[in-house]
C-alpha cells in the first residue's frame, strides 16, 4: 500500500488470531455469536438514531460478500445490532450480484436496504441512480474515520461511507512450489507455469499483471503508473502470459479451496479470506510483497427507494463505531479508524505489518487504479472478457 516501509515482504505467518474454518460448507457458514452478549451494550461512540424504540420490529436487509466479510459481519455486528435497536437483520451474501438484483427490483422495492459494495460496482451505480444520499447527521461515527478515506467525491457528495480494505495478498500452497515467494515476478517462474490461480475480475487480476510486468522490466513499484498510462501495453502482457493461469477464482472460497486441494500452486487473494485459512492449512503460506501494493475501495451505499432508510444509517453509524471497528481488526481486516488500528498494532506485529496503523500511513494508502478503469471502463471489460479470459485472438 506504500503505507510501511519495508526491505522485505510481509510474510503472512499462521496466527491463533485469524481463526476460522475452511471447507466449502462451513466456510460460508458463520459462526454463532455466543461470547457477544458481554459486549452489547459497552461502547462510548454516540448513538445514530432514538434505539431501539424507533425501530423495534423493522427488518433490515443487507448485502454483505460471501466468505470472511459475512462471517465478520454476522458475528461482529448483527447480535450488537439487532439488541440496541429491536430490529431483525437478514443478510443476503453474495459476490457480484447486488447491482443486478437491484436493477431488477421493482420501483420502490429494492431488493436490499444496505450494501457493501466496492469502486468498480459502486461508482457507475451511484451514478445510475442507483443509491440515494445519506443524512450524515444519523452517522457521526464517521469522525471516527481518518479523514483521508472519506476523501472521494461519493462522500463528499453524500452518497456512502467509503475506506480501503484487503491488501492484494500472494497466496501459496508450500508443497506444490520450490521456493519461497516474495514478489509477484515469481509468478513468471518456469516451474510455475499452468499452476497459478487469478481473480477473474480485471480490476485486481490486470493490475496483478501490470505488476509482474514491471517487475520482470526491473521496475517494481510502478504497477499503478503503467495501468495509468500504458495500459495496452499491460494488456498485450496479459494476454501473452494468461496461459500461465490454471484458475480464474470467482470467490475468495474458491480459491483457498483450490490451493488446498492443489489444483493451483499460487496466486492473488484477499487479504482476510487467507488469514483466516492460515491457521488450519499448515500447508499455505501467502506474502504481501513489498512493491505496489493495493486496496480495494470499499463503500456502504444505500439504495434507492428502501422504506427504512433511517434504520441503514444506523447501521452504518455501528460499523464505524470503534466497538466494531476493533472486532473487525481483530478479525484480519484493515480498519480505517487510526484509535483502533493503533491499538490493533501494538497487540498484533503481524497485522502492524500488513495494514497501516497511523494515520499517515492511511493517508499513504494506495488502492487499485480505478482512475484508469473508468476512463476506459467498456473496452477494458470487453478485451479482459474477450482475449483474457477466454483466450481471443
Same mark, same amino acid.
Given at each position: ?63 454483505? +460478500? *460471501?466468505? %470472511?466479510?459475512? /462471517?465478520?459481519?454476522? @458475528? ?6 439487532? &439488541? ?122 490486470? +493490475? *496483478?499483471? %501490470?505488476?509482474? /510486468?514491471?517487475?520482470? @522490466? ?6 499503478? &503508473? ?132 497511523? @494515520? ?34
Amino acid at each position: 500500500m506504500g503505507t510501511q516501509s519495508h526491505s522485505e515482504p510481509t510474510k503472512i505467518m499462521t496466527h491463533d488470531s485469524f481463526n476460522a474454518p475452511l471447507t466449502r460448507r462451513r466456510f460460508l457458514r458463520t459462526a454463532g455469536a455466543a461470547g457477544l452478549g458481554a459486549a452489547l451494550g459497552c461502547s462510548s461512540d454516540r448513538p445514530g438514531g432514538s434505539g431501539s424504540g424507533e425501530f423495534r420490529g423493522q427488518t433490515l436487509r443487507v448485502f454483505v +460478500y *460471501t466468505g %470472511a466479510t459475512e /462471517k465478520m459481519f454476522r @458475528e461482529a455486528f448483527v447480535p450488537r445490532f439487532e &439488541a440496541r435497536t429491536g430490529a431483525t437483520v437478514v443478510v443476503d451474501p453474495g459476490w457480484w450480484d447486488s447491482i443486478p438484483k437491484l436493477k431488477a427490483s421493482p420501483p420502490g422495492q429494492p431488493a436490499f436496504d444496505l450494501v457493501v459494495t466496492d469502486a468498480t460496482q459502486g461508482f457507475p451505480a451511484i451514478k445510475e441512480g442507483l443509491f440515494q444520499k445519506l443524512d450524515l447527521t444519523r452517522i457521526p461515527n464517521t469522525a471516527n474515520l481518518c479523514p483521508s478515506v472519506l476523501d472521494t467525491w461519493v462522500y463528499k457528495e453524500g452518497y456512502g461511507i467509503t475506506y480501503p480494505e484487503s491488501v492484494m495478498t500472494l497466496a501459496y500452497n508450500k508443497e506444490l512450489i520450490d521456493f519461497e515467494p516474495k514478489s509477484w515476478a515469481d509468478l513468471l517462474k518456469g516451474s510455475v507455469n499452468g499452476k497459478i490461480g487469478l481473480y477473474n475480475s480485471f480490476y485486481m487480476s490486470l +493490475y *496483478t499483471f %501490470a505488476c509482474m /510486468k514491471v517487475s520482470q @522490466e526491473g521496475r517494481p513499484g510502478t504497477a499503478h &503508473a503503467e495501468v495509468s498510462t500504458n495500459l495496452k501495453g499491460v494488456f498485450e502482457f496479459a494476454k501473452a502470459h494468461r496461459d500461465r493461469v490454471k484458475f480464474w477464482w470467482p470467490t475468495s472460497t474458491d480459491m483457498v479451496l483450490n490451493l488446498t486441494q492443489k489444483n493451483c500452486a499460487l496466486g492473488n487473494m484477499h487479504t482476510r479470506e487467507i488469514l483466516q485459512a492460515l491457521p488450519h492449512r499448515t500447508e499455505l503460506g501467502a506474502v504481501v510483497p513489498v512493491e505496489d501494493r493495493a486496496c480495494v475501495q470499499v463503500i456502504w451505499v444505500i439504495p434507492e427507494g428502501t422504506k427504512v432508510k433511517a434504520l441503514a444509517e444506523e447501521a452504518i453509524n455501528l460499523l464505524l463505531s470503534e466497538e466494531v471497528q476493533t472486532e473487525y481488526a481483530r478479525g484480519g481486516s484493515m480498519t480505517p479508524i487510526v484509535s483502533v488500528a493503533k491499538k490493533t498494532a501494538e497487540a498484533d506485529p503481524l497485522w502492524k505489518q500488513i495494514f497501516p496503523s497511523t @494515520e499517515e500511513q492511511l493517508r499513504a494508502v494506495q488502492y487499485y487504479p480505478y482512475d484508469a478503469y473508468f476512463r476506459d471502463w467498456d473496452n477494458i471489460v470487453a478485451t479482459w472478457d474477450q482475449e483474457v479470459l477466454r483466450k481471443g485472438s
